[in-house]
């Protein structure tokens, strides 16, 4: 057979297992005639089916009868999408089932991986049970540098160069044309393909949606931060709101903890430090890890139980050192937030801390400064000076983010505007929901927002599934 081909701009990202030479910063699409395209696709599917082996390691599942079963591979991926000199490539990890799939009507759902040791969505979730009605085919993508896609064992500032959302977008629209494309193979017909993701990656989604719209077909953005804020005092306002739920007692108790441990420290830091078992902690970082107790325990959904602890240890004569037990079990580890293990450059698949850091401090902000109301639930010096020195500790050079190029490139809010076939979802209590969307104007786009206002309804709270918040509000 001859094929003939044409090169058409696509947003400068390349596809290593699909682009060629001068092709690399090209999307390669077919010229053929009706017929020869059918039988391309057939004798494509018959390789596929008879193989049991291809790029993707697709097989077509029968979901009446096949028991349900994740796989596991890797896809490879330039290092840099938008330098055609650099073709240094990296093993992009990812999951995928298609137990549920129905080859000729169900679509595909990619779920976007974050700031995390990647992973493929509970069976029940949310999504695995919109998969199974609609009969889809359910893929999960690693995000590049955590888990086991690690393009480098060192995480020099050299090396982080290339971990940014738009390389990560680039990855996403890599991989999607390329997984879509195999199941077209398979099943003979078109697929539309749907983006969900959660917090960053809820972003990821909106952005997905927003930049390749001819890849993504809609999408699902689960407390989707995609406003980068640099001075981000609301997050704090709204931990305050949700803990009044409980009554005022819970935040008069958080200010108390706070101003205690604050003279404890200045008594003497080793108090403090052999109580939270962080000798190698100094004041700067301590503030943020001591903040996030309170703090990441509302934000996903155990506003109850951390006011109930609070209450049990009133009369308590170790109210922090009880303090420090409660933050471990809710893993809340002062080591992530110290200067010394930040600096780090070696890298564990188990851990993204620094990447994270890099992440927020380069380009997205969401600088967690104290509230703009009275009283704020976390320490006043906490200002954006604190931060800039947070930055430049963690990373030896002066580093800050420019949130207003963030935004610039997808239009923070307003991409509610913009945008079609989307859904934003907040939990009433997630103190990220300020970075989101939370309503859109009346629109003829498909363009919706939800928040789910229950007790304990944090972040993400609408990717867990049927336990969390009724499903029947979010259908």
Known sequence: FFFFFFFQAE??????????????VYKRQEYMGKKMRIILLILSASFLLVSGR?????????PLTSKYAVTQDWFDKYIDHFDHFNHITFKQRYWYSLDH?????????????????????????????LARE????????????????????????????????????????????????????????????????????????????????YIVDGALASSGVVNAILDFGEFDDQVKRSVQKSGPA???????????????WEKD??????IFNCPYMEWD??????????????????????????????????????????AMQHGINPTAYSFQFLRVVHSDP????????????????????????TNPLRFKEMNLDYWRRYCAKSFDVPLFPDTFHTNGLYGDVRIADIISNIVFTNGGEDPWQWAGIRSVKPNDRSVYAVVSDCNNCGHCVELKGEKAVSYTHLR
């Not at 390329?178 to 003979?188: S, Y």
């Not at 819970?250 to 404890?264: A, N, S, W």
């Not at 107790?293 to 009133?314: A, H, K």
């Not at 188990?350 to 109301?373: A, M, V």
Request: charged share 20%.
């Open 285 to 326: 970082d301590f503030m943020f890890f001591y903040a996030d107790i309170f703090v990441e325990v509302v934000q996903y959904g155990g506003r109850t139980d951390l006011c109930s602890f609070l209450s049990s240890i009133e009369k308590s004569s170790d109210k922090q050192a009880q303090l420090a037990n409660f």
């Open 350 to 373: 188990l851990n993204g801390d620094r990447q994270w850091t890099y992440q927020y401090c380069s380009s997205l902000g969401y600088l967690n400064t104290p509230g703009k109301g």
């Open 134 to 213: 609609m009969g889809a085919a359910v893929v999960s993508l690693e995000h590049r540098y955590y888990g086991s896609s690690m393009p480098f064992t060192n995480l020099t500032l050299e090396n982080l160069q290339y971990l940014s959302h738009e390389q990560a977008l680039a990855d996403t629209a890599v991989f999607a044309r390329n997984f879509k494309r195999k199941l077209e193979q398979i099943a003979l017909v078109p697929k539309k393909l749907f983006t969900f993701g959660g917090s960053y990656a809820g972003a990821l989604s909106a952005w997905m949606r927003y930049k390749y719209p």
């Open 250 to 264: 819970c935040e008069q108790r958080i200010h108390f903890l706070l101003d205690d441990v604050k003279k404890l």
């Open 54 to 62: 291809s790029r993707f390691l697709l097989e077509a599942h029968d």
């Open 11 to 24: 947003d400068g990202i390349r596809d290593p297992l699909w682009s060629r030479g001068l092709g690399d």
């Open 269 to 274: 830091p080793w108090i403090v430090k052999k």
């Open 101 to 129: 799939w129905d080859k000729l009507k169900g679509p595909i759902f990619l779920y976007i991986g974050a700031e995390g040791v990647g992973r493929f969505p509970g069976d029940g979730t949310f999504l695995m049970k």
